[in-house]
C-alpha cells in the first residue's frame, strides 16, 4: 500500500489556495505550502481509507461518492489533539482490510458497516454533525479491533 499525507491527498483539486498558492491544512490550521513528496506538509504520513476502500470493493460501491465525503470529515473535524486517532486509524485501517478481506463473512460484515456506519454518518455530515459522524466512524473501528483481535 501506498503512504502520502492526508492533508496532500485532499488537496488534490482543491481551489482552496491563497495568493500564495499556500493550501488550507486542517492538521495546522493554517495555510502551508506542499510539495505532495511522501512525507507531506507537516512529516504526517498516512494510509487512510483502507477499511472505506475495502467495503466500496466488497458492495461494489463508487469510491467517488465516499472518498470525498470521509475527507471532509476529516478535514472538518479532525484537530491536532485528534492527530493520533487519525494516526491510529491508518496504522490499523490495513491491517483490518486485510483480516476482512480473508473472512469468510467479509460481504456480510460490508454491508453491516454499510447500513450501520458509512450511511448514517453520511447522514450525520451533511446534517452538520461532523463530530457525532467521526465517533460513529471511530466506533466501528473499534467493533472490528474487538473481532479480529487486533490491539
Request: with cysteine.
Amino acid at each position: 500500500m501506498s503512504y502520502y499525507c492526508g492533508e496532500c491527498a485532499i488537496w488534490v483539486g482543491s481551489d482552496d489556495v491563497d495568493k500564495d498558492g499556500r493550501r488550507w491544512c486542517a492538521y495546522s490550521r493554517k495555510y502551508e505550502k506542499s510539495n505532495q513528496s511522501a512525507d507531506g506538509c507537516k512529516g504526517f504520513i498516512y494510509n487512510g481509507r483502507s477499511v472505506l476502500t475495502k467495503v466500496c470493493e466488497l458492495l461494489d460501491l463508487s469510491i467517488d461518492e465516499w472518498f470525498p465525503l470521509f475527507d471532509h470529515v476529516k478535514v472538518a473535524w479532525v484537530v491536532p489533539e485528534q492527530m493520533q486517532w487519525l494516526s491510529d486509524y491508518c496504522r490499523l485501517g490495513p491491517v483490518i482490510a486485510d483480516k476482512m478481506d480473508h473472512d469468510a463473512e467479509k460481504e456480510k460484515i460490508a454491508l453491516y458497516i454499510y447500513k450501520q456506519t458509512l450511511l448514517p454518518a453520511k447522514e450525520l455530515f451533511q446534517n452538520g454533525r461532523t463530530k457525532e459522524s467521526a465517533l460513529l466512524y471511530h466506533d466501528m473501528i473499534v467493533k472490528l479491533c474487538h473481532r479480529y483481535s487486533i490491539a
